[in-house]
């Protein structure tokens, strides 16, 4: 059974860097697109990044594009955040989770993905 666990999250202020984690076990990743979601107090859970296993194609939000970066490591079986130019309304818990590569439709459908972790909480201070 898949499980997924992140890490990373922490108090840090506006403009500075955190690099989130999410370490996989009980299985490979070659035939899925992992990605990160957020969710922040009283929103509902909103697509951030994500990464074809396989191939190393990318997938970012409007809203972090050109800020944060989605990467691999597949002999750890680890997928990273990182997250630059941090702002307030990055706040929020961070999850990652897992999707067939077949499934059709669009990657930040947060319902396609499964295997949650527990969430890694980011705060950001003005």
């Known amino acids: 059974q898949v499980q997924l666990v992140e890490s990373g999250g922490g108090l840090v202020q506006s403009g500075d860097s955190l690099r989130l984690s999410c370490a996989a076990s009980?299985?490979?990743?070659?035939?899925?697109?992992m990605g990160w979601f957020r969710q922040a107090p009283g929103k509902e859970r909103e697509f951030v990044a994500a990464i074809n296993w396989s191939s190393g194609s990318t997938y970012y939000s409007d809203s972090v594009k050109g800020r944060f970066t989605i990467s691999r490591d597949s002999a750890k079986n680890t997928m990273y955040l990182q997250m630059n130019s941090l702002k307030p309304e990055d706040t929020a818990v961070y999850y990652c989770?897992?999707?067939?590569?077949?499934?059709?439709?669009?990657?930040?459908?947060?319902?396609?993905?499964?295997?949650w972790g527990q969430g890694t909480q980011v705060t950001v201070s003005s």
């Open positions: 009980g299985s490979t990743f070659s035939n899925n697109y």
């Open positions: 989770g897992a999707r067939p590569l077949y499934y059709s439709g669009t990657i930040s459908y947060r319902n396609d993905y499964a295997a």
